[in-house]
C-alpha cells in the first residue's frame, strides 16, 4: 500500500487540490519533512506547473505550511491584488530576490518576475511590470560564471509552452532577445541536471528539444520564429524535423 506521504506527493506532481485536502483532512501534519524538504518546497520544486499550483500552494498555507520566503508568496499564488498591495506597502520589493529550487531553469538570486516567468503567472508578471520591475534583471551568476539570465529565459522553453504569453509579455516591455551567457545549469541538483554552454534565448529555447526537456517540437519553434523576429532577424522557413514520427 502506498505510503502517504508517496500519495501527497503524487497529489502535488498533478496539482490534485481535492486529494491534498483530503490527505491533510486525516491528520497529514504540514510541519512534517518529506525526503528532508518542507510540505510546501515539496510541491513548489514539483515537475508539473499550472492554473490549479495555486490553489494548492493556498491550501497548504491555510493549514499551516511556511515558506522559507514569505515575500514570494503573492507571485507563488499569482495574487495580483495581494502582490499590488505588498508593493504599494513596500516599493523596494520591486528589488527583491530569493532563492528556491527549480526543476528547470535556476532560480538562484531571482527576482520576483523571475518567479513569475518559471511559473507561467501572467496576473503577477503584469503587475511587477506595471511597477517597474527590471525587465532584464539578471539571477545569480555561479562559481563557474554560469547563469546571470533574465526572466525572458524562463519563458523560451517552459513546460507544456505555459510560460509563452509571458515571453510576448517580456518582449513587448523590451525584453532584450539576443544576452549571451556563458552557460545555464538547467534542472540543477536534479537527477536530469545538464549544464548548457553558450546559451541566448534562442539558443536556450532550441535546447527545449532535448530528451530531457520532454518539451514539444512545434511550440518550441514557434518560440525560435518568435525570437528570431524580436531579434530583427529574418526567419526561415522551419521544418519540424521529426513531424514525420507522428505522421
Known amino acids: ?18 486529494e491534498i485536502r483530503a490527505i491533510l483532512d486525516k491528520g497529514f501534519d504540514v510541519a512534517s519533512l518529506i525526503k528532508g524538504k518542507t510540505v510546501a518546497n515539496s510541491l513548489i520544486e514539483m515537475y508539473a506547473r499550472s492554473d490549479d499550483f495555486p490553489a494548492c500552494l493556498r491550501l497548504l498555507l491555510e493549514r499551516g505550511a511556511t515558506l522559507d520566503d514569505p515575500l514570494i508568496e503573492p507571485v507563488l499564488l499569482d495574487d495580483a491584488d495581494a502582490l499590488a498591495a505588498a508593493l504599494a506597502a513596500n516599493p523596494s520589493l520591486i528589488e527583491h530576490r530569493t532563492s528556491l529550487f527549480s526543476t528547470f531553469t535556476p532560480l538562484v538570486g531571482a527576482s520576483l518576475l523571475h518567479v513569475a516567468a518559471e511559473y507561467g503567472h501572467l496576473r503577477t508578471a503584469r503587475v511587477l511590470l506595471d511597477n517597474g520591475a527590471d525587465v532584464d534583471a539578471r539571477a545569480a551568476f555561479d562559481e ?10 524562463h519563458t523560451v522553453n517552459s513546460a507544456w509552452n505555459r510560460s509563452a504569453p509571458i515571453m510576448e509579455l517580456l518582449l513587448e516591455a523590451g525584453a532584450a532577445p539576443d544576452i549571451h551567457l ?3 545549469t538547467w534542472g540543477k541538483g536534479f537527477e536530469w541536471e545538464t549544464t548548457c554552454f553558450d546559451v541566448t534565448p534562442i539558443s536556450y529555447a532550441q535546447m ?9 517540437e512545434r511550440e518550441i519553434y514557434l518560440n525560435i ?11 526561415p522557413s522551419l521544418n519540424v524535423p521529426n513531424r514525420y514520427l507522428s505522421a
Open 182 to 184: 556563458q552557460g545555464i
Open 144 to 153: 563557474h560564471g554560469f547563469n546571470g539570465h533574465t526572466p525572458l529565459f
Open 225 to 235: 520564429e518568435r525570437l528570431l523576429r524580436a531579434s530583427g532577424r529574418s526567419v
Open 1 to 18: 500500500m502506498a505510503s502517504t506521504e508517496f500519495k501527497l506527493l503524487g497529489a502535488f506532481e498533478t496539482h490534485d487540490e481535492r
Open 208 to 216: 527545449g528539444l532535448l530528451p530531457q526537456m520532454q518539451r514539444a
